[in-house]
């Protein structure tokens, strides 16, 4: 089991991790004026920062290249932990979210907003069929694929697809934290129709967005969480059919409307092959192959990072919730990952994270009286911002291997690509809003 012997061999690694984020929950949340609003900046944001940093600096041994790869993996594991605590809030609120149902389908629609934004900006700085891959979607993982198998990675297409793909890893998260938070205070948008927009179909850009709509509507935290939760696993469901069946269809279209207007004339200069396109299948590190390999190299990263944040929400609390009361949340928390995990081993078609929705939304939902008292009760004592630190720890040090791919894309990419987040965002947000409105929720 390669990944047990690389856990093992870099200890150091998650010393230096467990210090950051404990460095980070003790300056807590800092907040900024800006105009009518604010911009939030939460402790999961600093240990994004930090790590990417430590990992840029050369001669700092403990967080490099040599960690990357298991970084991945804790990540994308570690982050059940997460999606356990938002599943648990989110059965206590099933009632309105049943209630919602409409607004949480057809907001979906609303992701088509990356295209109706980002795309005439595209064209204007001189890209030409690169434009398609880049706005269709905001481009994670499914939508890397789609393109990848209808024009390849080494097509326009395929090379405007990483890009977004990249400056989402990168920055992503710390754009979809602050553009929530601004709007969160500057706009009449309702916080639901905000929490529904959070679901882009990535579980950090999520946790980044949903955490400053709870902070600046408490009393709504239940049904914020609930909603971005749902939002995030239907994004998560149901991208390919959207991006195939309308999005890449109408990001075409569009595209041979308007490049004739707005293209014509403008020059951009070559985009360098992004090393992401050619790394982009290889496994972040070797995992087991076997069932009860795979059951112990899951188990030992949620045990990690589950008393990462353990810690982590004692310190963020200051101290108003004790170690010894937590425990049981805790335990809880990582017993739902590691059950979902287990599951989608035998199921594999169906992704882990849905498992954990499942099984958390059922231990708390109230129709269920014989787990839900007990399971709420404990699981409130852990918060959520906590359990996203670490995870964006790790993300901090993934993001360092793109470093330089972030680099060659100049700064048109990225404006680009944060149109695009925005262009999902607002879309969404406005979609969910009338919606909403119509159906008398809000």
Not at 342 to 349: D, F, G, L, Y
Not at 394 to 405: I, L
Request: proline content about 5%.
């Amino acid at each position: 089991m390669k990944l047990l012997e690389d856990l093992k061999r870099n200890w150091p690694f998650f010393i230096v991790i467990f210090i950051v984020c404990m460095i980070c929950e003790k300056i807590n949340i800092i907040s900024i004026p800006v105009g009518i609003g604010s911009i939030m900046f939460l402790p999961m944001l600093f240990a994004m920062v930090i790590a990417l940093v430590l990992y840029l600096i050369k001669g700092f041994k403990f967080v490099g290249p040599q960690q990357h790869a298991i970084s991945d993996v804790l990540v994308v594991v570690g982050i059940s932990t997460f999606i356990a605590k938002v599943s648990v809030v989110s059965g206590v609120a099933i009632p309105q979210v049943i209630e919602a149902g409409p607004a949480l389908l057809l907001q979906e629609l609303g992701n088509l907003g990356t295209m109706v934004i980002a795309l005439p900006l595209a064209l204007y700085f001189g890209f030409k069929r690169e434009s398609v891959g880049m706005t269709h979607s905001i481009a994670r993982e499914p939508n890397v694929a789609i393109i990848a198998q209808k024009y390849g990675l080494n097509s326009p297409e395929g090379e405007g697809v990483i890009m977004t793909y990249v400056v989402g890893t990168l920055v992503g998260t710390i754009f979809m934290g602050l553009l929530a938070s601004l709007l969160a205070t500057a706009t009449p948008l309702h916080p639901l129709a905000m929490a529904m927009a959070c679901g882009v179909g990535s579980g950090s850009m999520m946790a980044a967005s949903s955490a400053p709509l709870i902070l600046n509507f408490p009393e709504l935290e239940t049904e914020i969480t609930a909603f971005a939760a749902t939002s995030n696993v239907l994004s998560t469901a149901d991208t390919v059919f959207i991006t195939v069946l309308i999005g890449l269809p109408l990001c075409n279209w569009l595209y041979k409307v308007l490049e004739p207007k707005l293209g014509k004339g403008r020059s951009v200069e070559k985009v360098e092959k992004s090393s992401a396109a050619a790394s982009f299948e290889e496994p972040a590190s070797e995992r087991s192959d076997t069932f009860g390999g795979r059951f112990v190299e899951n188990l030992v990263v949620i045990l990690i990072t589950g008393f990462i944040s353990w810690v982590g929400n004692f310190i963020y609390s200051k101290g108003n919730v004790g170690l010894v009361e937590t425990i049981p949340g805790m335990l809880i928390l990582m017993a739902i990952a590691v059950a979902g995990l287990t599951i989608a081993q035998c199921v594999p078609k169906i992704p882990a994270v849905i498992w954990i929705t499942v099984i958390g939304i059922f231990l708390a939902m109230p129709y269920n009286p014989v787990t839900s008292g007990f399971v709420v009760d404990q699981v409130n004592k852990i918060q959520m911002l906590p359990l996203a630190t670490p995870i964006l720890a790790y993300a901090g040090v993934t993001m360092g291997k793109n470093w330089e791919d972030f680099k060659h894309i100049g700064w048109k990419g990225i404006l680009i690509a944060c149109f695009v987040m925005f262009g999902t965002f607002i879309g969404s947000a406005l979609v969910a809003q009338v919606v909403l409105s119509v159906t008398n929720v809000i």
